[in-house]
């Protein structure tokens, strides 16, 4: 039984609101900032509250949100959450135009954005920004996605929805989407542009300059917003480690997070070779399989087959077992078994006929399942789940990775379109470990390939992050302690510089690690330069890690109020103009001098499922 409350607006045969998504991306290497705009009119005779319940990539730094009615422009402002709805409700009840979005408090990459009090034949475009670093594929590709689809979330038995956006999620099949969508791109980076990719039609590239460092590209036209957008931006030299420093904001404080510079560091470890090889390959690998209702036709196949082509891929001597879940969960052995030539066959021809036939997507107690076994000597246990993350409890099952991330690593896998981003790359980042996304059969062996590469790597432990700065500025971590580092991948560090230095302007990072016991160490010089018109991204990018890592603390806590780790939250999203799930964007229109008459009708506006 599904228990998400869903409903269809096709059958209603409601007008919808939402006439046109406009996109403009712009990458930066590895950083794309994101305006979408909104535009809608209400082409009934009564004033309307239009209500969007959307995706954004899970770990978005929404930084900027507006409305234009007519001729005026109404910049948001981010409040405590509460204090923000109220303001969206008081103004709709005197008759005043308002705009709220708010982030989901269970998910942060489903956005409810309200549209209210838009009088009969008028119309408002809504303009969102966001920033968001874009992740390295296994085949050196960066991976941008505009996530169009939103799925029924799923919520387990006995789980409490918070109130607000994981209430109503309205969709329709893609096919009937009945907005449009515009899209446009635009990379720049100090390396050549050699190629850009997409699972949907593009026009040809084109070169900006001689070098082919600034490059531009648009979707063919005619493009329904029925499916996710997928860009795959190829450079011609393999990616380098980099420290970008930005300047602070002039008109904040200074010896604040937004006033002072921040530093974003990607890392890019290689380990020694001769450590690499004498390390021999072993471990426990537990397969987690969603067998739920909505894992059906594609997905199940293309999970199935992700995981045929890994459970091939265990060495000899490792040790397995398989699970599946949906409302209850099966496993194929009582215990991990040794892998063999026997075990193998025999669970080859289970995972052949496995069908999404179990129900809803009750993950967390396999996962308790899991945890409980005891583990077996001399073989570190990998956990790969395989999952569309159709569930509305994100942050608990992220939560309960995370506190079991001691005695395993979790490796992540979003199978067919819509997959949530919040949960995959959670559960990879909090469980050490590798997110992966597959949308087909297309790349997928080396996606495969990589994650059981990095399985098979052991633990890089005892990270430090030291840094060698002039005398009188200061470093404040941002992010919270490296927990994993794996060969050749992109490992990210943000960092605030405080004070002033009149003699030396540069600086010197070391990244000291333990391979198999084998004590190793990444050193980069950089300069304290401020990079030219980056604006306030990387601050941003920057709250918004630390703003992620503060809501994981007050998880932890378990729902005990603890006033000052939201408080903290709070007054960070509002500091950094950068959305939690504490705080809600509000516009009102307050040069309205009349007041709309007549009671409000609310419009759902449906977003496609897969």
């Given at each position: 039984?599904?228990?998400?409350?869903?409903?269809?607006?096709?059958?209603?045969?409601?007008?919808?609101?939402?006439?046109?998504?406009?996109?403009?991306?712009?990458?930066?290497?590895?950083?794309?900032?994101?305006?979408?705009?909104?535009?809608?009119?209400?082409?009934?005779?009564?004033?309307?509250?239009?209500?969007?319940?959307?995706?954004?990539?899970?770990?978005?730094?929404?930084?900027?949100?507006?409305?234009?009615?007519?001729?005026?422009?109404?910049?948001?402002?981010?409040?405590?959450?509460?204090?923000?709805?109220?303001?969206?409700?008081?103004?709709?009840?005197?008759?005043?135009?308002?705009?709220?979005?708010?982030?989901?408090?269970?998910?942060?990459?489903?956005?409810?954005?309200?549209?209210?009090?838009?009088?009969?034949?008028?119309?408002?475009?809504?303009?969102?920004?966001?920033?968001?670093?874009?992740?390295?594929?296994?085949?050196?590709?960066?991976?941008?996605?505009?996530?169009?689809?939103?799925?029924?979330?799923?919520?387990?038995?006995?789980?409490?929805?918070?109130?607000?956006?994981?209430?109503?999620?309205?969709?329709?099949?893609?096919?009937?989407?009945?907005?449009?969508?515009?899209?446009?791109?635009?990379?720049?980076?100090?390396?050549?542009?050699?190629?850009?990719?997409?699972?949907?039609?593009?026009?040809?590239?084109?070169?900006?300059?001689?070098?082919?460092?600034?490059?531009?590209?648009?979707?063919?036209?005619?493009?329904?917003?029925?499916?996710?957008?997928?860009?795959?931006?190829?450079?011609?030299?393999?990616?380098?480690?980099?420290?970008?420093?930005?300047?602070?904001?002039?008109?904040?404080?200074?010896?604040?997070?937004?006033?002072?510079?921040?530093?974003?560091?990607?890392?890019?470890?290689?380990?020694?070779?001769?450590?690499?090889?004498?390390?021999?390959?072993?471990?426990?690998?537990?397969?987690?399989?969603?067998?739920?209702?909505?894992?059906?036709?594609?997905?199940?196949?293309?999970?199935?087959?992700?995981?045929?082509l890994l459970l091939k891929s265990v060495p000899l001597g490792c040790y397995f077992n398989i699970y599946s879940f949906g409302s209850t969960f099966e496993h194929i052995f009582p215990k991990s078994e040794e892998y063999n030539q026997k075990t193998m066959e025999e669970a080859l021809k289970k995972v052949e006929k496995m069908e999404a036939d179990l129900g809803g997507t009750e993950i967390l107690e396999p996962l308790k399942h899991i945890y409980r076994q005891p583990s077996i000597p001399s073989q570190p246990r990998q956990v790969f789940v395989f999952t569309d993350g159709e569930v509305g409890?994100?942050?608990?099952?992220?939560?309960?990775?995370?506190?079991?991330?001691?005695?395993?690593?979790?490796?992540?896998?979003?199978?067919?379109?819509?997959?949530?981003?919040?949960?995959?790359?959670?559960?990879?980042?909090?469980?050490?470990?590798?997110?992966?996304?597959?949308?087909?059969?297309?790349?997928?062996?080396?996606?495969?390939?990589?994650?059981?590469?990095?399985?098979?790597?052991?633990?890089?432990?005892?990270?430090?992050?030291?840094?060698?700065?002039?005398?009188?500025?200061?470093?404040?971590?941002?992010?919270?302690?490296?927990?994993?580092?794996?060969?050749?991948?992109?490992?990210?560090?943000?960092?605030?510089?405080?004070?002033?230095?009149?003699?030396?302007?540069?600086?010197?990072?070391?990244?000291?690690?333990?391979?198999?016991?084998?004590?190793?160490?990444?050193?980069?010089?950089?300069?304290?330069?401020?990079?030219?018109?980056?604006?306030?991204?990387?601050?941003?990018?920057?709250?918004?890690?630390?703003?992620?890592?503060?809501?994981?603390?007050?998880?932890?806590?378990?729902?005990?109020?603890?006033?000052?780790?939201?408080?903290?939250?709070?007054?960070?999203?509002?500091?950094?103009?950068?959305?939690?799930?504490?705080?809600?964007?509000?516009?009102?229109?307050?040069?309205?001098?009349?007041?709309?008459?007549?009671?409000?009708?609310?419009?759902?506006?449906?977003?496609?499922?897969?």
């Open positions: 039984m599904m228990a998400s409350c869903c409903g269809l607006l096709t059958s209603q045969k409601e007008p919808v609101p939402l006439k046109s998504v406009e996109v403009e991306l712009e990458v930066r290497d590895h950083v794309a900032t994101v305006v979408s705009t909104l535009n809608y009119q209400n082409q009934e005779d009564k004033p309307l509250e239009a209500v969007f319940v959307f995706p954004l990539p899970g770990d978005a730094a929404v930084c900027h949100f507006s409305a234009k009615v007519g001729q005026t422009e109404i910049v948001a402002e981010v409040k405590e959450k509460q204090e923000a709805r109220e303001e969206y409700d008081d103004a709709l009840s005197s008759g005043q135009q308002a705009f709220l979005l708010e982030e989901s408090e269970q998910s942060p990459d489903i956005f409810s954005l309200s549209v209210g009090s838009l009088p009969p034949g008028e119309s408002a475009s809504i303009r969102l920004e966001y920033v968001t670093e874009l992740a390295v594929q296994a085949d050196e590709g960066l991976r941008f996605l505009l996530p169009a689809v939103l799925n029924p979330r799923y919520q387990p038995q006995g789980s409490v929805g918070s109130e607000g956006v994981n209430v109503q999620v309205t969709s329709v099949p893609a096919s009937l989407v009945p907005y449009t969508l515009s899209f446009s791109a635009r990379v720049s980076s100090p390396r050549p542009v050699s190629k850009v990719e997409s699972s949907s039609p593009l026009d040809p590239l084109q070169y900006l300059n001689t070098e082919q460092t600034q490059a531009m590209v648009k979707l063919a036209a005619g493009h329904k917003f029925d499916r996710d957008v997928e860009l795959l931006i190829y450079y011609k030299d393999a990616h380098q480690p980099s420290a970008v420093v930005e300047a602070g904001r002039a008109s904040s404080q200074h010896g604040s997070l937004m006033g002072d510079p921040v530093v974003m560091l990607s890392l890019y470890p290689e380990f020694p070779q001769a450590v690499m090889s004498s390390v021999a390959s072993c471990g426990e690998f537990v397969f987690l399989l969603d067998r739920s209702g909505s894992m059906g036709g594609e997905r199940i196949k293309n999970a199935r087959d992700t995981l045929l409890n994100t942050k608990e099952v992220i939560y309960l990775v995370k506190q079991n991330s001691a005695s395993h690593r979790c490796f992540s896998f979003g199978i067919g379109e819509g997959a949530s981003s919040a949960l995959i790359n959670g559960l990879a980042k909090e469980g050490g470990g590798h997110a992966q996304f597959i949308t087909g059969t297309d790349r997928m062996q080396p996606k495969v390939m990589q994650s059981m590469r990095f399985a098979l790597q052991p633990s890089v432990v005892d990270v430090s992050v030291k840094w060698d700065l002039p005398s009188g500025v200061s470093v404040t971590a941002l992010s919270p302690p490296i927990a994993a580092l794996f060969q050749g991948q992109r490992s990210l560090v943000y960092a605030q510089f405080t004070g002033q230095s009149s003699e030396a302007s540069e600086g010197c990072v070391t990244v000291a690690y333990s391979l198999a016991g084998h004590p190793s160490q990444t050193q980069l010089q950089f300069s304290l330069k401020p990079a030219k018109d980056s604006g306030l991204t990387i601050h941003r990018l920057a709250a918004r890690t630390l703003i992620r890592s503060l809501e994981m603390e007050e998880s932890e806590r378990g729902g005990q109020e603890d006033a000052g780790g939201k408080k903290k939250v709070v007054e960070l999203s509002v500091q950094s103009g950068v959305s939690s799930a504490f705080t809600a964007f509000i516009a009102v229109n307050k040069s309205n001098s009349e007041a709309i008459q007549g009671p409000l009708v609310r419009r759902m506006v449906p977003a496609p499922s897969e």
